[in-house]
DNA sequence: GCGCGAAAATGAACAATGTTCAAGAAGAAT
DNA sequence: ATTCTTCTTGAACATTGTTCATTTTCGCGC
């Protein structure tokens, strides 16, 4: 066999087994959340030892920001399908398109934002800016909608009505203290986009 | 000295070093973070054994969910000091005071909101009542406001209100991902509660 | 194939931390 | 003073993230 098939299979396998330790951490997350997951159960059902965990993520933050960092593409994929033709009802598919997300996969997207990192370890600026980038995709709806506004103006606005919308999603898909049934969510949500907007100048 | 003053006396030692281990626990947390509280360095910090905190309150949970019980009811209290006299004044001051003790108290109210419970025992009741009160503070303005709403809807309606602001800022005040600049928040957070009042047929 | 050196895998050992509990100390009751 | 109850203590344990010396694997030149 020559260099460049030898260095494809092995990188093959580490590649494979990288694929595989994500795919596996990403399921434990999602079935019992962050909190209860752990390098031991990691590398049992992977197959392999604790310390292969360690050679290729360098630590558990590691692991866990990986997986993080494949939350953050899923729902930006998935706030990208949104049609961009009409831009209010571009908006309204955002919000719907976060709380389908959010419904699906709770304990990744509460992984995301609750995680902290290990000691006081700067976070990794390529996650934050994915995420500061799913925030901003209401800005070019509005951008369309409100072309007389400042444009910094919009930058933010567009923003806080994610955050809002974010803040009434997470909250409303708490088990625990439930400020929005889950069950109203979805019209709610609707009900709420309405409101601003007309609160805006703006009719749906 | 009799039964009274005994039982008294030892009950006040008891209380005395409860409220101590609070402090310093509520105070580790505000200083680093839920995640960086160690039963060793509250114990240590009390002048006491370990054992004694495990007497006080259980376990480890226990003594978290006393310092966030604390914290609902500070968050309450300083909610419930905003005149009521103006209604429209009053959703403001009461998102301004939300953003006031989330400011100064970003650590405490985070691990309010992001604690879970160990294994999978349930979230307790006081706190989530507790929380679920505070959030419905906005109810009150908004029934003076629309006298003519369904009375059920305005309370989904105010619940709702009060998740965008705390999702505001949260994320807001979040030194990793910001969403809307703290510097900011103020102003844009009245904004967006003029915004949303004007959508609902008001003016401030 | 063979042997060598680099790279990777391993898992025992370590460190940090929540938890338990048997033994002792302190206090209440008589 | 004695006894019984309660509280306190901290050593020992269980869990879990982390390290690293050792072993294994693998590419490569011969």
Redesign the pocket.
């Known amino acids: ?3 460049v098939q ?2 494809s ?2 990188d093959r ?2 590649l494979q ?1 990288r694929v595989v330790l994500i795919e596996i951490a990403r399921r434990l997350i999602a079935a019992n959340g962050l909190r ?6 990691v590398a049992e059902a992977a ?6 965990v ?3 993520f ?4 590691g692991l866990i920001l990986t997986v993080n960092r494949d939350t953050v593409q899923a729902l930006t994929d998935r706030l990208n399908a949104v049609p961009a033709d009409d831009p209010i009802r571009q908006l309204h598919d955002l919000a719907d398109a976060y709380l389908g997300f959010a419904t699906e996969h709770a304990n990744l997207l509460r992984a995301l934002f609750e995680h902290r990192m ?1 000691d006081d370890r700067p976070f990794p600026d390529d996650i934050l800016s994915m995420v500061m980038d799913a925030f901003a995709l209401m800005h070019a709806p509005l951008v369309r909608l409100l072309p007389d506004r400042d444009a910094s103006d919009v930058a933010l606005l567009s923003r806080m009505m994610f955050s809002a919308v974010h803040g009434i999603i997470s909250l409303g898909l708490e088990e625990r203290m439930v400020a929005v049934p889950p069950e109203q969510l979805r019209e709610r949500l609707a009900l709420f986009i309405d409101t601003h907007l007309a609160g805006l100048g703006l009719h749906g």
Chains 1, 2 share one sequence.
């Open positions: 066999m020559n260099n030898e260095e299979r092995r396998k580490r087994r209860s997951l752990k390098v031991r159960d197959e392999c030892s604790i310390g292969s360690y050679n290729e360098g630590d558990f933050d290990e």
